[in-house]
């Protein structure tokens, strides 16, 4: 992982912390093709998840739930790569900027999408529940809080459950660019 926190070889975890890095290596996260790597060559996590070593129940939990957003979500492939790469700007997060920019090329972004993305801006989109999504997470991070337009707005073009699904994955994100800055020194 580099930064402040040594990265664990496997061989160095206990149980709880190998059931962990089980959860993240072996899960949905490893299934199909990969976009970026979640360990290094030696096998020490990278990114955010290494730090999820230090609480294994914690850790666990939190892994879970991001595969949950991914996943387990309505939100397209497209929107939901926008959303994260509109937290990672936010954020200014290398780290999740450089995995989920891999991500969504694979789910179709194109370079001018993820350039207006990268700058914080909304990006030309013809879809309506992209740019709903697209709009209702940059609200959400510049402001905390979606207006009775936008909230409506994005749950006609998602449904309250996306709306839901979106509200948890820009928390999610959000967390992940924070541990990112504390654990890794990932600077803003």
């Known amino acids: 992982?580099?930064?402040?926190?040594?990265?664990?070889?496997?061989?160095?975890?206990?149980?709880?912390?190998?059931?962990?890095?089980?959860?993240?290596?072996?899960?949905?996260?490893?299934?199909?093709?990969?976009?970026?790597?979640?360990?290094?060559?030696?096998?020490?996590?990278?990114?955010?998840?290494?730090?999820?070593?230090?609480?294994p129940t914690v850790g666990l939990a939190v892994q879970a739930l991001g595969a949950a957003v991914r996943y387990g979500s309505v939100l397209d492939d497209r929107a939901r790569e926008m959303a994260v790469l509109a937290v990672a700007a936010q954020w200014n997060s290398a780290f999740e900027r450089e995995a989920h920019e891999a991500v969504g090329r694979a789910a179709g972004l194109t370079e001018p999408?993820?350039?207006?993305?990268?700058?914080?801006?909304?990006?030309?989109?013809?879809?309506?529940?992209?740019r709903a999504v697209v709009r209702a997470a940059c609200a959400m991070l510049r402001r905390g809080a979606l207006s009775d337009e936008e909230y409506a707005d994005v749950a006609s073009a998602v449904g309250e459950r996306g709306l839901f699904e979106l509200t948890t994955l820009v928390g999610y994100y959000s967390a992940l660019a924070l541990q990112l800055r504390v654990f890794a020194g990932e600077g803003p």
């Open 1 to 55: 992982m580099g930064g402040r926190l040594a990265g664990l070889l496997p061989g160095e975890l206990n149980d709880e912390q190998t059931e962990v890095y089980r959860a993240i290596t072996g899960g949905p996260r490893a299934a199909g093709p990969q976009a970026f790597a979640l360990a290094d060559e030696e096998g020490r996590l990278r990114g955010p998840f290494n730090a999820m070593l230090l609480s």
């Open 113 to 130: 999408e993820m350039a207006a993305l990268r700058t914080g801006a909304v990006p030309e989109l013809a879809d309506p529940a992209e």
